[in-house]
């Protein structure tokens, strides 16, 4: 009975399984000449220096590339979880960025479905099989350290780093499964399943099987618990090559996520004492071109994943191509026309903004230039800046009328403007201005950065600068009309743009997806109402 319910499973989990030993790519070859995982965990993975380091490396290219519709290799990757697709999903769901093909029309137009967009429906499955390597890593590398095959301070580095994924896994799939914390009171209200155990037996395959959603707050302590514990377990970056310190999880990483965390579930002071502990650790840089044109080496970049000219989503998934090269994701005019964002603001010029031409050389839209590496995709996936701790924290600061949000929010603004001296903010009337200059600022900074639906989402009926559902947004399916890039002019939206979506419709919720809930009985009676 158990043989059969394991090869029923199977299917579905073995892909969380595979290429733990892999640098690169997982391919059939690979697949076909590992030892079953019950027996290579045992007895390979985790028994020597060496091949941890491997199955760590495992674990971060799941973070990075992940296997878009099972494929075989990392050019079948579309940059699942964490990669390139963290940033365009995100985008998507949100209204500053434009899909210009139909590459991004199920999540730019809200309709999606639980088995048909792959693109959501791989959003689930390949954080799920990151989750599951993050386990793996965890499990082994405690066996490993108990029987000394590394050192106590090497091993929990390398088990905080796995927490720390395991967190910003699960948290992200609260942002796009979930309400939002603050939805009902103590956010008692559904999560996610929040995997604590890998799918590495046929015990445990079950165990996961049938495990159910626990709640938003449940969830919360678990994924701040890890957090911590990742801070406890996990090397200064101090202690790391300035490059290493940007691409592997450090101490400081999981103090900047908690920051983001925080925010999200409106416990301000947490946010000021966690961005506290990052004073004097990080400095933003003179140019907000800096952290993109030398993103692997900067003073700000906190935490972000590496991308090379053989290891990276494909030109059907890196960030150069899709933003840049290929122009499938374009600036939108209702951003560009924000008179908040000054027409002398450094972060309008060509360094991070690229004007699309057309063969008479005449401006078709505008582009992001964040990801400047069209030809080999190897710009970093940034994914925490120090720039968003400060903002995080300016934030938390005038919402609690803290007049020092002040000086965060400059220091993020002022390397951008022309004059900083006549342009830069001085007090606001209201708190809710100052709220809403913090959160303009969070829209501009991290243009094509993969935030804004973090944003929209924590904001749902918030208390001073609410929102209500997805956004209405610009056309879908073509280039921005560049008429309609009008500096100062506010974008008056027009028939045959995308409309709003209410917070109250079902579609906000993405679906938990068929492939999951035909496996999991559980999750199939906890499916999001409506779907």
Same mark, same amino acid.
């Given at each position: 009975?158990?043989?059969?319910?394991?090869?029923?499973?199977?299917?579905?989990?073995?892909?969380? !399984?595979?290429?733990?030993?892999? !640098?690169?790519?997982?391919?059939?070859?690979?697949?076909?000449?590992?030892?079953?995982?019950?027996?290579?965990?045992?007895?390979?993975?985790?028994?020597?220096?060496? +091949?941890?380091?491997?199955?760590?490396?495992?674990?971060?290219?799941?973070?990075?590339?992940?296997?878009?519709?099972?494929?075989?290799?990392?050019?079948?990757?579309?940059?699942?979880?964490?990669?390139?697709?963290?940033?365009?999903?995100?985008?998507?769901?949100?209204?500053?960025? /434009?899909?210009?093909?139909?590459?991004?029309?199920?999540?730019?137009?809200?309709?999606?479905?639980?088995?048909?967009?792959?693109?959501? /429906? @791989?959003?689930?499955?390949?954080?799920?099989?990151?989750? =599951?390597?993050? +386990?793996? /890593?965890?499990?082994?590398?405690?066996?490993?350290?108990?029987?000394?095959?590394?050192?106590?301070?090497?091993?929990?580095?390398?088990?905080?780093?796995?927490?720390?994924?395991?967190?910003?896994?699960?948290?992200? !799939? &609260?942002?796009?499964?979930?309400?939002?914390?603050?939805?009902?009171?103590?956010?008692?209200?559904?999560?996610?399943?929040?995997? &604590?155990?890998?799918?590495?037996?046929?015990?445990?395959?079950?165990?996961?099987?049938?495990?159910?959603?626990?709640?938003?707050?449940?969830?919360?302590?678990?994924?701040?618990?890890? !957090?911590?514990? #990742?801070?406890?377990? %996990?090397?200064?970056?101090?202690?790391?090559?300035?490059?290493?310190?940007? /691409?592997?999880?450090?101490?400081?990483?999981?103090?900047?996520?908690?920051?983001? *965390? @925080?925010?999200?579930?409106?416990?301000?002071?947490?946010?000021?004492?966690?961005?506290?502990?990052? +004073?004097?650790?990080?400095?933003?840089?003179?140019?907000?071109?800096?952290?993109?044109?030398?993103?692997?080496?900067?003073?700000?970049?906190?935490?972000?994943?590496?991308?090379?000219?053989?290891?990276?989503?494909?030109?059907?998934?890196?960030?150069?191509?899709?933003?840049?090269?290929?122009?499938?994701?374009?600036?939108?005019?209702?951003?560009?026309?924000?008179?908040?964002?000054? #027409?002398?603001?450094?972060? $309008?010029?060509?360094?991070?903004?690229?004007?699309?031409?057309?063969?008479?050389?005449?401006?078709?839209?505008?582009?992001?230039?964040?990801?400047?590496?069209?030809?080999?995709?190897?710009?970093?996936?940034?994914?925490?800046?120090?720039?968003? *701790?400060?903002? =995080?924290?300016?934030?938390?600061?005038?919402?609690?009328?803290?007049?020092?949000?002040? #000086?965060? %929010?400059?220091?993020?603004?002022?390397?951008?403007?022309?004059?900083? #001296?006549?342009?830069?903010?001085?007090?606001?009337?209201?708190?809710?201005?100052?709220?809403?200059?913090?959160?303009?600022?969070?829209?501009?900074?991290?243009?094509?950065?993969?935030? $804004?639906?973090?944003?929209?989402? $924590?904001?749902?009926?918030?208390?001073?600068?609410?929102?209500?559902?997805?956004?209405?947004?610009?056309?879908?399916?073509?280039?921005?009309?560049?008429?309609?890039?009008?500096?100062?002019?506010?974008?008056?939206?027009?028939?045959?743009?995308?409309?709003?979506?209410?917070?109250?419709?079902?579609?906000? &919720?993405?679906?938990?997806?068929?492939?999951?809930?035909?496996?999991?009985?559980? %999750?199939?009676?906890?499916?999001?109402?409506?779907?």
């Amino acid at each position: 009975m158990k043989l059969i319910k394991y090869n029923k499973l199977r299917t579905y989990f073995f892909g969380a !399984l595979l290429s733990s030993l892999s !640098l690169v790519s997982c391919t059939e070859e690979n697949i076909i000449e590992l030892e079953p995982y019950n027996q290579l965990s045992e007895n390979s993975a985790f028994d020597t220096k060496e +091949n941890i380091l491997l199955s760590v490396n495992g674990m971060y290219q799941a973070a990075q590339v992940g296997l878009y519709n099972n494929g075989g290799t990392s050019q079948s990757g579309r940059g699942y979880p964490f990669g390139a697709a963290y940033f365009q999903q995100n985008d998507m769901r949100g209204e500053d960025m /434009v899909n210009t093909a139909s590459f991004y029309a199920i999540t730019y137009t809200n309709t999606w479905d639980p088995s048909g967009a792959l693109n959501t /429906v @791989y959003y689930w499955i390949d954080t799920y099989r990151l989750v =599951n390597r993050a +386990n793996l /890593v965890i499990e082994g590398v405690t066996k490993a350290i108990e029987k000394g095959v590394i050192s106590d301070a090497e091993g929990k580095d390398i088990i905080g780093q796995a927490l720390f994924f395991r967190a910003f896994s699960h948290y992200e !799939l &609260l942002n796009f499964f979930a309400r939002p914390y603050k939805f009902t009171s103590g956010a008692s209200h559904s999560g996610v399943p929040y995997r &604590l155990k890998p799918s590495n037996s046929v015990a445990t395959i079950e165990e996961n099987s049938k495990l159910g959603r626990g709640t938003v707050a449940e969830n919360y302590t678990q994924l701040l618990s890890d !957090l911590d514990t #990742a801070e406890n377990y %996990l090397l200064s970056k101090t202690t790391k090559s300035a490059k290493n310190a940007i /691409v592997y999880v450090s101490k400081e990483a999981a103090i900047a996520l908690k920051t983001r *965390v @925080y925010l999200s579930k409106g416990d301000y002071p947490k946010v000021i004492a966690e961005a506290d502990k990052l +004073n004097g650790k990080y400095s933003l840089t003179s140019d907000p071109n800096a952290p993109f044109a030398n993103n692997y080496g900067n003073t700000e970049s906190i935490f972000s994943l590496e991308n090379s000219a053989t290891n990276n989503p494909s030109v059907n998934g890196a960030l150069a191509s899709q933003y840049n090269g290929r122009a499938l994701i374009a600036i939108s005019p209702v951003i560009w026309n924000q008179s908040m964002w000054l #027409a002398t603001d450094k972060r $309008r010029g060509s360094n991070l903004v690229r004007t699309l031409l057309n063969a008479q050389n005449q401006p078709i839209c505008y582009l992001s230039n964040k990801y400047k590496d069209t030809s080999t995709l190897s710009d970093a996936s940034p994914l925490l800046r120090y720039a968003e *701790v400060l903002l =995080n924290r300016a934030e938390a600061k005038a919402r609690l009328d803290d007049p020092t949000y002040l #000086a965060d %929010l400059n220091a993020v603004r002022n390397r951008s403007l022309a004059n900083p #001296a006549t342009e830069q903010y001085t007090a606001f009337a209201t708190k809710a201005d100052a709220v809403n200059a913090v959160l303009m600022e969070r829209r501009i900074e991290f243009l094509a950065e993969g935030l $804004r639906w973090n944003t929209i989402h $924590r904001l749902q009926h918030d208390d001073i600068a609410p929102m209500n559902g997805v956004p209405q947004k610009y056309k879908n399916g073509a280039n921005p009309v560049f008429a309609d890039y009008k500096i100062g002019t506010p974008y008056v939206f027009k028939t045959g743009d995308v409309t709003a979506l209410p917070y109250s419709d079902y579609r906000y &919720l993405w679906p938990i997806p068929t492939l999951e809930t035909s496996a999991n009985p559980t %999750l199939a009676a906890q499916q999001n109402p409506g779907w």
